[in-house]
């Protein structure tokens, strides 16, 4: 597929995915609640491909941020996970994930986790590479993007300062 050309703005539309899931019995703990672990990779994989709905490119995970569990999802419950770009930088992307868990008897939905995760996209030779732009509509995807860009303030910081410490102790 041909590269979408860098001023070629896409929307947060373009970028929205939302994958359906369910607690099997090998994805749930001693308490019969879902594994952490187990959300995570579900949430990299929702949240690789948004990346990849917004810039038609190989993508990886440069970070994954700001995890909060908010309630505990259960053996046997649906679990929706709903992702998009929030920002787009140079070569990276900030994608938020927000995950539902939800009764398969009454249908109930609740909010039990949601993350942050930056996405690269790379060239061929496996660089970082510049993506189309973001177009922004309406204020909740302006307060979206403000709030991307000020956790990609706090995590290069936090980058800056492991780079050092490894610079300094191994
Ligand atoms: C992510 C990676 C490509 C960055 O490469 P790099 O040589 O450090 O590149 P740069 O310093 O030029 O940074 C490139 C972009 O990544 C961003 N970035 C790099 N590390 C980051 C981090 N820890 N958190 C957030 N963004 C990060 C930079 O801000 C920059 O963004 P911009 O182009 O939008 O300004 C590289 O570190 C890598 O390949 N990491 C391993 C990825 C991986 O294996 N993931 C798991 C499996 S998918």
Sequence with gaps: MADIPKNEARTVKNSQVEMTEVVLPQ???????VFGGQIMSWIDICAAVSAQRHS???VVTASFDSVHFIEPIKQG???ILKGQVNAVFKSSMEVGVIVFAESPLTGERRKAV???CTFVALDTFGNPK???DLAIDGEEEKRRFLEATERRRIRLLHRKIEVKHVHKNG
Aim: net charge positive; with cysteine.
């Design 27 to 33: 994805y749930a703990n001693v308490l019969g609640t």
């Design 56 to 58: 038609r490119c190989p």
């Design 77 to 79: 419950q649906v679990v």
């Design 114 to 116: 949601r993350a942050y």
């Design 130 to 132: 510049g993506i189309p």
